[in-house]
């Protein structure tokens, strides 16, 4: 079992920064591939940018690329996403997740373990 807990949500306005950080328990968090993803009222949950067990490939959606940085900490057993020049249609509530795979991927389906989200909110 994998236990995930984001932080570092909250309000900003356009054009600010955050940085959201998932802290992993439970397993060798080294061994797995990390994403994240976001889900805006309304709308289907969505890919935002993965990371491979090593950190050696990345992937990020179009909407963020440019603008969204992810990254990670083994020694921590934590990962990052870096979000500048946010943008209203960023507002919505991210998740980290687990993919035992260790790759990252794109598709939702490949993750195992998924945590409760933090609500981010960019003003206009």
């Known amino acids: 079992q994998v236990q995930l807990v984001e932080s570092g949500g909250g309000l900003v306005q356009a054009g600010g920064s955050l940085k959201l950080s998932c802290a992993t328990s439970?397993?060798?968090?080294?061994?797995?591939?990390m994403g994240w993803f976001r889900q805006a009222p309304g709308k289907e949950r969505e890919f935002a940018a993965a990371i491979s067990w090593g950190g050696g490939r990345k992937y990020y959606a179009d909407s963020v690329k440019g603008r969204f940085t992810i990254s990670r900490d083994n020694a921590l057993s934590t990962v990052f996403l870096q979000m500048n020049n946010l943008k209203p249609e960023d507002t919505a509530v991210y998740y980290c997740?687990?993919?035992?795979w260790g790759m990252g991927s794109r598709s939702s389906d490949e993750y195992a373990f998924w945590g409760q989200g933090t609500q981010v909110t960019v003003s206009s």
């Open positions: 997740a687990a993919d035992l």
């Open positions: 439970g397993r060798t968090f080294s061994n797995y591939g």
